[in-house]
């Protein structure tokens, strides 16, 4: 939970609480993760600081053009400098440029800076896209590093706007008991989710949406079908 700004009406912000969150989790389960992956909100140096200093690594995006360390490493990408090999994800083509040694304010450490071009056709136009990222990983493969960024989107469009747009996760502003409503709507949304791709080996290819699984859900729930819903021969 985010802490009101002392003499504001407003919250501490989502960094403040962030590096909190952090810190809070290294105390209580020790080395929690490898790598935390975020959003261009979180490129600053006391946030990239808060993850080395509790043993993590960070892979953050880069969109504001008119930061230095874009305005370098671009300078040095326009020279072709940095450029790897391209490769395929799909039908998609991603061009790569990735150079390490850059410096941010305030931060010791020295950062890499990836920029990928993504060129694909869709509804018969080319189309691309230029992504950024900079990171605290030195050896990462660039491949891998595109995943973990995609990785991210995914969990953004898929687990955050559903819960949005079909559980009513909205801004939580209170304490115990709408925390703990709100936490069983995650714990629910992550069941039906472990039970669609883990369980029901084949519902990723059926063309079935997520929200006509819902449908079924509560029908059957409500006729106290529960036995056929979680048994049910191939699921």
């Known amino acids: 939970m985010l802490k009101p700004r002392d003499g504001s009406g407003k919250d501490e912000g989502e960094l403040t609480g962030g590096k909190r969150l952090i810190e809070r989790l290294k105390k209580r389960h020790g080395h929690f993760a ?8 979180y490129l600053n140096a006391p946030f990239i600081n808060t993850l080395k200093e509790n043993g993590l690594e960070g892979v953050i995006r880069l969109k504001d053009e008119r930061r230095m360390i874009f305005q370098d490493a671009e300078r040095l990408f326009k020279q072709d400098e ?19 040694g850059f410096k941010m304010e305030g931060c010791p450490y020295k950062l890499r800076v ?7 056709e869709e509804n018969g136009k080319e ?10 990983l030195e050896a990462a493969d660039y491949r891998v590093l595109w995943e973990m960024m995609h990785r991210r ?22 304490r115990d008991a709408v925390e703990t409503i709100f ?53």
């Open 114 to 120: 990836v920029r990928y071009h993504e060129q694909w």
């Open 34 to 41: 490898d790598v935390i992956v975020a959003d261009a909100l």
């Open 183 to 235: 936490n069983l709507i995650i714990i629910g949304f992550n069941v039906r989710e472990l039970y669609l791709y883990r369980r029901s080996r084949n519902f990723a290819g059926s063309g079935i949406s997520r929200k006509s699984i819902n449908r079924i859900f509560c029908d059957d729930l409500l006729t106290e079908k529960v036995k056929q819903i979680l048994c049910e021969k191939g699921g």
């Open 127 to 136: 189309t691309e896209r230029f992504m950024w990222l900079v990171t605290t």
């Open 153 to 174: 989107w995914d969990i953004e469009e898929n687990g955050f706007h559903q819960l949005k747009t079909y559980y009513h996760a909205k801004h939580c502003y209170c």
């Open 82 to 100: 940095g450029k790897k090999a391209s490769f395929w994800k799909g039908k998609k083509k991603i061009e790569v440029w990735d150079l390490s």
